[in-house]
């Protein structure tokens, strides 16, 4: 059943956080939802802008729809990951999202405000709502001076004024995480002081953790001795994200870990069988080893095991 993001949040706050994953095609899609129930987890599925145009936007819309057939427990919001204000309202008009991300944190702050509030402005009327973006992720790599590195993430001050300005109902921070497989070098972890300082000054506010991929070792390792060559890959710690989903971390995204698994699963599947040249064999091991990574990362969030209590506080 998709429901609203702003319902999930508000079920969530404070007590876990909703695992928000980047799905492409069928496969991703299948062990999304079979490891989301496998754990009774409420999740948050997000389409990126490459995502839409890799296939069709139309056909992944209509393999979620699918699977809300085939799974009908689950629960679920539908998002837009890392949208342009073209997307946004293009997702906005379409009536299938329950939110959708204005990424302008590339602009200057009034800028992304003003192109926040538009994209909220046509949001809100369609009960959509709408995650922003505030400060740069990037890597923060150790030759990088701490107070270079701090120039990147978020001030909870700005945070506070770009919300309350823009009027979006949930922000994408920097504190310290960046995308891909490659984060933090050495060991630089999150700053909880800013995810600290930004839910003092916006308490009940959903905070988003972008980047949040843990590039699990032995994920690597096993890509690695399939012929892959991952060097230094690394992510966010999982005692850290669980952690940061009791400080107001309502949404953590994840894709490249999803990748990952991916990755391992069909190299080690044709280094296994190299005359096999079926699709079909490693793409059942994937939709098996994805639901299982779900259902632990779920773990992690603390969102495994809620899904009954979210769906009685659905039916107030
Ligand atoms: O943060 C970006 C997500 O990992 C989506 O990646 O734009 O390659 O689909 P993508
Ligand atoms: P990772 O690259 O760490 O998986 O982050 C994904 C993300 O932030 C999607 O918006
Ligand atoms: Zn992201």
Redesign the pocket.
């Known amino acids: 059943m998709i429901v609203s993001t702003k319902d999930l949040f508000k079920h969530a706050y404070g007590k876990y956080a909703l695992g928000a994953y980047?799905i492409?095609n069928a496969e991703q899609i299948i062990g999304l939802f079979r490891g989301s129930l496998d754990s009774s987890a409420p999740f948050i599925i997000?389409?990126?802008?490459?995502?839409r145009s890799?296939t069709d936007k139309r056909l992944l819309e209509a393999m979620i729809r699918a699977a809300d057939e085939i799974f009908p427990e689950a629960i679920y919001a539908v998002h837009l990951?890392?949208g342009d204000e073209e997307s946004c309202l293009d997702c906005i008009e379409s009536g299938f999202y329950s939110s959708v991300m204005i990424d302008a944190s590339s602009k200057e702050f009034g800028e992304n405000i003003a192109i926040t509030k538009r994209v909220v402005d046509a949001a809100h009327p369609k009960g959509i709502s709408v995650e922003a973006e505030l400060g740069t992720l990037g890597g923060v790599e150790e030759h990088v001076s701490v107070s270079e590195a701090d120039a990147h993430l978020t001030e909870p001050k700005e945070a506070e004024e770009f919300v309350k300005r823009s009027g979006c109902d949930s922000l994408a921070c920097a504190f310290g995480t960046s995308?891909?497989a490659y984060k933090f070098s050495g060991s630089l972890g999150l700053h909880f002081e800013i995810i600290q300082g930004i839910q003092e000054l916006l308490p009940g506010f959903p905070i988003v953790m972008?980047?949040s991929s843990s590039v699990p070792q032995d994920e690597v390792r096993r890509i690695n001795a399939a012929g892959g060559r991952l060097k230094g890959a690394r992510g966010v710690d999982e005692e850290q994200i669980s952690r940061a989903a009791t400080m107001g971390v309502t949404k953590v995204?994840i894709?490249?870990d999803g990748?990952l698994v991916w990755c391992r699963v069909h190299r080690e599947s044709f280094r296994d069988d190299p005359e096999n040249f079926d699709l079909r064999p490693p793409g059942k091991i994937f939709m098996a080893e994805y639901a299982k990574y779900i259902a632990h990362k779920n773990q992690v969030l603390g969102s495994a095991g809620r899904l009954e209590e979210v769906r009685a506080e659905l039916k107030k």
Request: hydrophobic share 10%; no cysteine; net charge neutral.
């Open positions: 980047n492409n997000q389409i990126s802008k490459g995502a890799y990951d890392h995308h891909g972008h980047g995204n894709d490249t990748r």
